[in-house]
């Protein structure tokens, strides 16, 4: 495992989007021990966390540290570990954070988050998500929605009318959601035909060749769509290999990676929908924040004890939503030009 940690200048943030900060129960959370002001300690304890997709999860992280005065350490596995990913989440519990932050593509680290909730440690959950997962609450995109949301833009840019293949990391759970949300829209409200599924497993390498042997495979395509953040570099990257012409082929993509934002350049691609992804790594924290600061999420007045009455004071879902990114923009979404808030 690595671990990294974010230690920032302190100072004061005034506003939250979630109010002026919630109280836990007394007695109810390790965070009590952490004074408010002084700077609390949280983990980001997840997987796949060497992956270029969550570059921007560490930069809203940063921004985090930066903005509330807190210490945000992280630890996982730098690829995909169902089981080191639970791991980490109990190295966290063990060192009895004032919260932890993580996400579920697949279920394994489920029973290390309803532990450590049980022992007063709330948990956040961003970028993908189970059922049941235990967490206090779950921050990040409808999948679904963003499924339906890259319809529409392969409406916008295609028609309603032809033959395409979707690329994805098919079994996690984000990405089922997405074709889900899909192919239930351009169902309903176009006369595009699914003709095949490529299974890219959200890896460069791996999104080539699924790609080179979809080009292979299906002929006479009019649209391709991707559904993961290494779905458009295998395209792309693919179709220069092989002298496709991607002029003559719809493409539509997910994130934000170098390739994708340089073939958006170049008009090869004609979008990428995006998550905010620095955006709820950032209310992970501000909402985590919020629960354990007096006078707050912990403390509203939903009954008359709330932790008697087993009631959760904290959003039990909150929705990024999504970006396109199109030629228009692009240049826009390049991290060179994003300010990075390193400590």
Request: aromatic share 8%; proline share 4%.
């Amino acid at each position: 495992m690595t671990s990294d940690r974010f230690i920032p200048r302190r100072r004061a943030f005034a506003a939250s989007m979630l109010g002026a900060g919630a109280a836990l129960m007394a007695g109810a959370s390790p965070a009590q021990a952490q004074t408010a002001g002084k700077g609390r300690t949280y983990y980001y304890a997840s997987q796949l966390l060497g992956h270029p997709y969550l570059l921007d999860c560490h930069l809203g992280m940063r921004y985090a540290a930066k903005a509330f005065g807190a210490d945000i350490r992280t630890v996982g596995p730098q690829g995909w570990d169902p089981v080191g990913h639970a791991s980490a989440v109990e190295q966290a519990i063990a060192k009895k954070p004032a919260g932890i932050v993580t996400s579920l593509w697949e279920p394994g680290a489920v029973p290390a988050i309803k532990r450590a909730m049980s022992q007063g440690i709330p948990v956040i959950v961003i970028e993908a998500t189970v059922p049941d997962n235990g967490a206090l609450s779950f921050i990040g995109m409808d999948n679904y929605a963003c499924g339906a949301d890259t319809a529409k833009a392969l409406i916008k840019f295609a028609g309603k009318k032809g033959k395409y293949v979707a690329s994805g990391n098919w079994g996690a759970s984000n990405t089922d959601a997405k074709v889900k949300g899909l192919t239930d829209y351009l169902k309903a409200n176009s006369e595009w035909e699914l003709v095949g599924r490529v299974d890219d497993k959200a890896s460069t390498e791996a999104a080539i060749a699924s790609s080179k042997a979809m080009f292979n495979t299906y002929k006479g395509l009019n649209a391709v769509v991707g559904l993961d953040s290494s779905s458009g570099s295998g395209i792309a990257l693919a179709a220069e290999e092989m002298d496709v012409d991607l002029g003559k082929i719809t493409v539509v993509v997910h994130d934000r990676e170098s390739p994708v934002l340089e073939y958006i350049k170049k008009g090869l691609i004609k979008g990428s929908v995006i998550n905010k992804t620095a955006l709820q790594c950032f209310a992970a924290v501000q909402m985590l924040e919020s629960y354990n600061s007096p006078n707050g999420l912990a403390g509203v007045p939903i009954s008359a004890d709330n932790k008697a009455a087993g009631v959760v004071a904290a959003p039990q879902q909150v929705f990024m939503g999504t970006e396109l990114i199109t030629r228009e923009t692009v240049d826009l979404f390049n991290h060179q030009k994003i300010p990075q808030y390193r400590s």
